[in-house]
């Protein structure tokens, strides 16, 4: 399994290279030589060592090296909109690899935990509103990218040939022109109601990035 490399660089200390695998959460360096426990974040790892960081570099060389350690959605672009839009549904590994499993709580946190502890590669449902904003969130502040729900005309309006790429079979959320979020389907045209911090066996998020 490819390993990626993340380099940390120590007070006093020449720089190092820690090589990380993502997908079997092995985290190994000069430091750190163990499997992650569970609930405990690769990302979550490296930013304890920010404190060792030289101080007039850290914050630019910690974003760049998370940056590294996370997998990004493959998005498609969306011609005339200026956007691009996620092809498959968010993960389990993605929404892990940004958000900690210990700092969830809420209704049903269990089943969402569970998932992110033991991730498939699969869609990650039992989402609420909450986590996919953290998650929003985090990869701005972790990577630099923003990400932000669909609005509901842009989904109106996708090109035929964009929509035919779009892979996924749960609801998702978009924004409506009143600045609410509503449930709503690839196939199915009706709407579903999003009640704030629920979360529900079919509900994913599905983003774009732009504008």
Not at 34 to 61: H, Y
């Amino acid at each position: 399994m490819a390993m990626q490399r993340v380099n940390l660089v120590f007070c006093g200390l020449k720089t190092r290279v820690v090589p990380v695998r993502i997908e079997g959460g092995m985290f190994t360096s000069g430091i750190i030589d163990r499997e992650l426990k569970p609930g405990e974040s690769l990302l979550g790892v490296i930013e304890k060592f920010k404190g060792n960081l030289m101080p007039a570099k850290a914050d630019r060389i910690l974003r760049a090296q998370i940056a590294l350690a996370i997998e990004h959605p493959e998005t498609i672009e969306v011609p005339g909109m200026k956007i691009r839009v996620m092809r498959y549904e968010l993960t389990d590994r993605q929404f892990g690899q940004v958000v900690p499993a210990g700092e969830i709580t809420g209704q049903d946190a269990d089943k969402l935990i569970k998932r992110i502890n033991q991730p498939t590669g699969a869609a990650l449902t039992y989402l609420s509103d909450k986590d996919q904003a953290r998650y929003i969130e985090d990869m701005e502040r972790k990577t630099g990218v923003k990400y932000r729900p669909l609005t509901e005309e842009e989904l109106d309006n996708l090109p035929i040939e964009v929509k035919n790429q779009l892979i996924g079979e749960n609801y998702f959320r978009v924004m409506t022109k009143t600045g609410n979020l509503v449930l709503r389907h690839l196939l199915l045209g009706n709407r579903g109601i999003s009640y704030p911090g629920s979360r529900d066996y079919n509900v994913v998020a599905r983003l774009v990035v732009g504008r």
